[in-house]
């Protein structure tokens, strides 16, 4: 059974990079089965999908986030990271990592770390 | 503004059924057979209820059920339970979009 385990900076100044890390269980990232996602969530608003990454290296993005997000993979040590750049106030959110299935489903997901976005 | 329409909120008393809708264009929900549904707490990572329209993965009731009829897909959560009280999110393949998520609905259990 897949896990996946969040990590990162909880505080994050404005104009800034924005930089997490997921660590990936019970399965690699380079087995090709599934994509390996980006999700948000602003506080008291809903899920905003930011991106997410094959094991090849193909990456799929939110066009509203596209110019300040980088997805990357590490195969190494079984993980995927983001990075968002410029952060603003409106960056604050819970975010998530997910697995997706080839019909864009999300069954497993990460229990979410928390980043604010504050000076 | 979310790409998929739902309404902000749902109720119903125990035992009862509600659905829930999801409302997109032809570019997602109404063109492919790829939406699923989340069920999500208070505090909680998401979880997956239906995927591909109307199936449902392991472990999850067959109270819960999917449908879609042109660009709306729908949700019914029958026999309601108190523990069934939470945030529904739908989400859609969009093509070259590729996701996208409704804004969700807050479901009260009366």
């Known amino acids: 059974q897949v896990q996946l385990q969040e990590s990162g900076p909880g505080l994050v100044k404005p104009s800034e990079t924005l930089s997490l890390t997921c660590s990936v269980s019970?399965?690699?990232?380079?087995?090709?089965?599934?994509?390996w996602s980006w999700i948000r969530q602003p506080p008291g608003k809903g899920l905003e999908w930011i991106g997410c990454?094959?094991?090849?290296?193909?990456?799929k993005y939110n066009p509203s986030l596209k110019s300040r997000v980088t997805i990357s993979v590490d195969t190494s040590k079984n993980q995927f990271s983001l990075k968002l750049s410029s952060v603003t106030a409106a960056d604050t959110a819970v975010y998530y990592c997910?697995?997706?299935?080839?019909?864009?489903?999300?069954?497993?997901w990460g229990r979410g770390t928390t980043v604010t976005v504050s000076s | 503004q979310s790409a998929l329409t739902q309404p902000p909120s749902a109720s119903g008393s125990p035992g009862q059924s509600v659905t829930i809708s999801c409302t997109g264009t032809?570019?997602?929900?109404?063109?492919?057979?790829?939406v699923s549904w989340y069920q999500q707490h208070p505090g909680k990572a998401p979880k997956l209820m239906i995927y591909?329209?109307?199936k449902r993965p392991s472990g999850v009731p067959d109270r819960f059920s999917g449908f879609k009829s042109g660009n709306t897909a729908s949700l019914t959560v029958s026999g309601l339970q108190a523990e069934d009280e939470a945030d529904y999110y739908c989400?859609?393949?969009?093509?070259?979009?590729?996701?996208?998520f409704g804004g969700g609905t807050k479901l009260t259990v009366l």
């Open positions: 032809s570019s997602d929900v109404g063109g492919y057979n790829y």
């Open positions: 019970g399965d690699s990232v380079t087995s090709g089965s599934y994509y």
């Open positions: 990454i094959y094991y090849s290296g193909s990456t």
């Open positions: 591909e329209v109307s």
């Open positions: 997910a697995t997706v299935g080839a019909s864009t489903y999300m069954d497993v």
């Open positions: 989400s859609s393949y969009a093509g070259s979009i590729y996701l996208v």
